[in-house]
């Protein structure tokens, strides 16, 4: 049911702040999936290849400004 309505009306983002860097993750309030965006700024499912990325890509973030 809650599917049928964001396939209806859309997902409803809400950011979930867990990086310091740009890594965005997003979580739609009404399915409670999880969402990120690619390299492109495309919203794409937060699997979890997605999660092992930006943990790299934070964690590489994080090395560099510690600098
Ligand atoms: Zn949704």
Redesign the pocket.
């Known amino acids: 049911m809650r599917k049928l309505l964001?396939k209806i009306k859309g997902?409803?983002f809400e950011s979930i702040k867990r990086y310091s860097t740009q890594v965005k993750e997003y979580q739609?309030s009404?399915?409670k999936?999880k969402y990120t965006e690619d390299g492109y700024g495309q919203i794409v499912r937060l699997t979890k290849y997605w999660e092992t990325n930006n943990l790299l890509f934070e964690q590489h973030f994080s090395n560099r400004t510690a600098i």
């Open positions: 964001c997902h409803q739609c009404c399915c999936q």
